[in-house]
């Protein structure tokens, strides 16, 4: 745990992910969750099946018991899709007390995708050439150098900061300490990790995901693939179909069940996913 | 309270706040606290002693069975400090779904100030000739402009509107559906209608304080204004220093008291300031 | 909506669940989803499918936009489970400031049953005789109405009220005013209408979840019964195990799996029941 | 820091907290805030004025950057009134799991006190002969055993463990690992180290405000008590009075202003004790 501690890993053009401050792990799941049974300790291996029972039957409570501080660097268009967990104890970086630096986020090519039509909110990996994409790289990094020199300017005309900052565009850098328990921690990873999450934050997710917790909570984190991540759920509907499936004495397929037909299409493609045919 | 709901207040180039829901007002603040005394209805008059005691005594919990929901539009500059406040419930425009308007904040010239050096994180009102002002509030246009050209630009070359938008500036409008409730929105306006905010968000502060808690809150908006608003608080020892002035038998001026002397510059400037003395 | 504000529930020896007020309902959830894809409304069928996309992938905040306010009464040892559901607003009947009331849970004998030795924490229907449940349902309302009168007692003789109530048992009622967002609610009543849960909490829980969310959100609750409360999830080793018994070709039972194999007795059994087959 | 680690205070029959767990100290408070002045590291005495500086105005979110885990044994009825404040994380012992212990709280003679009349919600220091507080002790006891002796022959039959416990009084000890950040837990200390507080949490208050968190921030602790716990607040009414008799040219008593005489008796019994003079 300590050598977690102070660990960084650097990601895009300035990113930042370092561990400042642990409290808890593995052990002390364990031991929050025995306070509820009265009972003392036990073999590392009855402390393995207590948490992934904890995580089965989503016993969140112990989670909380371990708590990580975190110093991040990242885009302004990141942290506002970080902010929105709310259970987190933040200090940022202060543009109307400080002057903001001369940090800007540019992607590299083959971030720079094209609009996907199947998911509104995403993009997809095939489809623009590389002289779109590389164009708008230098689009970005121009852009952000051409509104840091206008953000000089302001500065050097004596207007405030809190003022000067509001051309700056949303690439600019800032950079925050900020604190989690792990509950809340792994429900944050487990909506950034996820494929619809914008690439960029889904790219520090996965360090804290994959890095950070895997180190720090192994038992946890080996649980949380398990019974979170890679796990899937099925609606009422979809469990009427898999029961008559998985039991003897029911020879229709899928698509001949009237249950499967009163899926909306859309449903439809999901549950094919999930059992792993192709849609 | 049925008034209140849809009515609208505009400020700066494209800001809004509407009243979209209510659920309570000073009868409910009331009728939550008679439970903990098991009591039934009273008069007005004992309602509006009932609520000057409870905000006096901070007996916080009969002000959150009040909420309000909000559509609120504002510059991304100002939703950033506006989400800070964890207690809310909120849904916002979303820049990965849908295009974004080409609404951007300019401001007023007289909005343009000097930093201030009393204040770092502040701005002074005198100090800037107009013609600062006016060119930094043009520029701030024309770059807004310059920044939706080039985002339209990348939009019809294809690229995900997620990445297209990094370039836009913090001036570009956002809007959102933000939910509080009377407790901690009260608070929410002891901070941001406070002078040290800065001028745009207090702007929005006010209006919530002013006129949406007035209206639907009039007891508590008193009791709020009287208790916390106008109110000051003094630490230890300047408490020592109002007790030896306000007794008898005490001739020594505040200034040549040991506990004065006692405070750092910063306390004495502000222990002054809150008595109406000038510094 | 209106016809909800007031109705009330009667359970148990003096139980109660009143609704005192609401917000929302599930045309607020869908105005507050739209919001952030920048749309106006729809018809019925379209916010029918769009409250069913939300639930199914957890897009949660739309639904905090709906909130009820419940006045309550209920024994103290139900209440003690209730207020470990922390994002709620709440104001409880004081016993330091007011008198309790002569109000005592009493179970009702087949309330009276064996402890289970599969669930440490929970009882089994069969297994004692009604003569033991008898007496154990008079000996607690003895027992209350013996130490009922030995509170009187102490208060009599000028005891602080506060102090007087120490003797009272867990089954003296207390009442309170209790307000929870939808999305809490719904998350509180997958909890505590959960078969684990105690039998008393669980009749509480499912008059909100079936009387008072179903009337007032009749798509959410639909939705919220189809994706959470009778759905069920499979964890990565379940899954495969799914996948391959799904799919042509893979002629082995399930027993004869080594991702069955794999897992561990409880997890077996659990597997088996969640696909409905006899363990 | 280490030092505190498993350092316990035990109280009452059998009270404990005992410190499980430490994140953070004074020096996180200011690393924390550091960032976002962007600035490095500075002199002890510097650190002093940083920490006084934000306790004074306010700026809560550096505190949050320190964590308590604390093991605590408490009667129920205290422990009701501690779960009130719900921004911690605990785990409790479970009576529905594990069986509970013979242990209860007996108050000494003289925390047995005379309901109050002034404070409703309190009680007075004399009024109660030794004798009335010595049955009341000893019936509490007597109580206590007569009803766990109810309990043991509840679970001889069978009875499940989570209905047995109904009939237990709120003397009952349970314990619990209960965490909260700094900021959270100097505001719980506020409210409960206050004399508005039952005796016995007090107790409990006291000990985590005056040994831990002194011994564990002690720059913290000592700004808190300065700048909060002997602290006072006086109202815009007040500070019109404050204002007057502080400055030269007004020759009027207090008794004599119309500011005073505005004031609500139990206001202006207030205010006069606020300044120090006997109501």
Sequence with gaps: MNELINKEWKLHTHGLVRVVDLMGGDDAVVQMARCSYGEGTKTVNEDRGLIRYLMRHR???????????????????????????????????????????????????????????????GSEEAGLDFKTQL???????????????????SLDQGIAREMARINLPLTVYTEMYWQMNLH?????CSLRSDPHAQREIRDYSDIILHEVIKQWCPLTYEAFMDYVMNADTFSAQEMTIL?????????????????????????????????GRSV
């Design 243 to 275: 029961k008559r499936k998985l039991n003897p004495n029911d020879d229709k397929t899928i698509y001949e069940m009237d249950e499967y037909n009163g899926l909306s299409k859309r449903e439809q493609d999901e549950f094919l996913k999930k059992i």
């Design 59 to 121: 016993h969140t409570s112990p989670f909380e018991g371990c708590v990580v501080k975190l110093h991040l660097k990242m885009p302004i268009f990141i942290a506002r899709q970080w902010v929105r967990h709310r259970t987190a104890s933040m200090n940022e970086y202060s543009a109307r007390y400080s002057e903001m630096r001369d940090e800007f986020y540019v992607p590299q090519t083959d971030y720079v995708q094209i609009q996907s039509k199947a998911n509104k909110q």
């Design 184 to 188: 809340n921690l792994l429900h944050f």
């Design 135 to 153: 164009d708008f790289a230098n689009y970005t990094e121009y852009s952000a150098q051409e509104k840091y020199t206008g953000y000089k300017d």
